[in-house]
C-alpha cells in the first residue's frame, strides 16, 4: 500500500484542481475571441513569472535553432509557445461547442481523404500526431468526420484532472487509452480496423531508440513501428495547427514508408527516423506550436547505457 501524498502537495493538488474547474466555466462563458486575448495576455504574464518554465523552453529553442536565430528571436518565440498553448486550452475546452456547430468555418483540411478512404475499407491505421498545434482539437475533428479514433495517452498524476481530461476525449467522439494500462485495447483497436492515434514526440519512460531530432539524438518510442510492422498497417502522419486569423489547419500527409529488409533493427530505426522526420518537418515550419518546455533530448546514448 502506498503512503499518502504529503500535505502541503495535497493542498497544492487541491489548489489546482479548482482553479482549473472555475477556468473552464469561466472561459466556457466567454465569446472565443475575448477569451483568446485574454487568456494570451496572461501567458505573456505567466512567461515572465514562470522563470523555470521559462528558461527550459528558451534552452530547448536554442538547441534546435540558437544557429539560426538571436537570443532575442529565442525569446520572442517562446513567449509565442505560452501564448499558442494558452489559445489551445481555450479551445479544447469549447470542444463540445464546436462539435455541436459541426466545426463550422473553423477547420481547413489537406489530404484527409487519404485516411477516410482507409477508414471506410476498414484499414486499421496509425495516425501519427504531436504535442503541437491543437492535438485535442484533432482528434475531436478526426472523430466528427466518422473516423473511429483511439488515442493513447498518459494519465495525470491527480486523478480528478484526469477524469475531466478523458471526459472531454469521450464526449467530442474519441475514445482514451491510457498508455500501459490498457495494451489490450490498443490491440483490438487496429484488428477492428481503428485509427490509433499516438504521440511519440516526448522523451518518456517506454521502449524506445535514439534517432536524430534537430540534429541531436532523440530517445524516440518504437510502439508505432513495431504495430505498423505486426499489423501490417500503414503509418500516417497528421498533424493541426493554429493559423493567424484563428482558424485551423489540418493536414494529412502520405503514410511513411516502412523499410523491410529482414534486419527488424534496422527497419525499425528507419520508420521511427522518419516518423522523427515528420515531426521536425513540421514544427520548423510552425515553431511556436510545439510544446518546447518538454526536455526532448533528456535521456542521451551515454546515459541509457
Known sequence: MSSPRPFHKRLRDQFVYGSVRMLLVLLR?????????????????GFWLARKERLKTMAHLSLAFGSQKSRKEIEQLACGVFEHFATAFVDFVRLDEFVAHDFQGLVSC????????????????????????????????????GIPLRVVGKSMRDPRLDQILVSTRNQAGYTNIARGKDTREILRAL????????????????????????????????APAVLARKYDVPIVPIFMWLKEDLTYQLEC?????????????????????????????????????????????????????
Not at 485509427?195 to 531530432?213: E, N, P, R, S, W
Open 253 to 305: 500527409m502520405a503514410p511513411l514508408g516502412q523499410s523491410r529488409t529482414g534486419d527488424q533493427a534496422h527497419d525499425l530505426h528507419a520508420t521511427i527516423q522518419l516518423c522523427s522526420d515528420a515531426y521536425e518537418k513540421i514544427i520548423r515550419e510552425h515553431p511556436e506550436q510545439w510544446a518546447w518546455m518538454h526536455n526532448r533530448w533528456k535521456t542521451q546514448p551515454a546515459a541509457a547505457s
Open 29 to 45: 462563458a466567454l465569446p472565443r475571441k475575448t477569451t483568446i486575448a485574454s487568456m494570451r495576455f496572461l501567458a505573456r504574464i
Open 191 to 222: 484488428q477492428r480496423g481503428d485509427a490509433l492515434g499516438m504521440l511519440i514526440d516526448q522523451d518518456t519512460k517506454v521502449a524506445g531508440i535514439f534517432v536524430d531530432f534537430f540534429g541531436l539524438p532523440a530517445h524516440t518510442p518504437v
Open 110 to 145: 489537406r489530404g484527409l481523404e487519404n485516411l477516410q478512404e482507409l477508414a471506410r475499407n476498414g484499414k486499421g491505421v496509425i495516425a501519427l500526431t504531436g504535442h503541437f498545434g491543437n492535438w485535442e482539437l484533432l482528434g475531436a475533428y478526426l472523430a466528427h468526420k
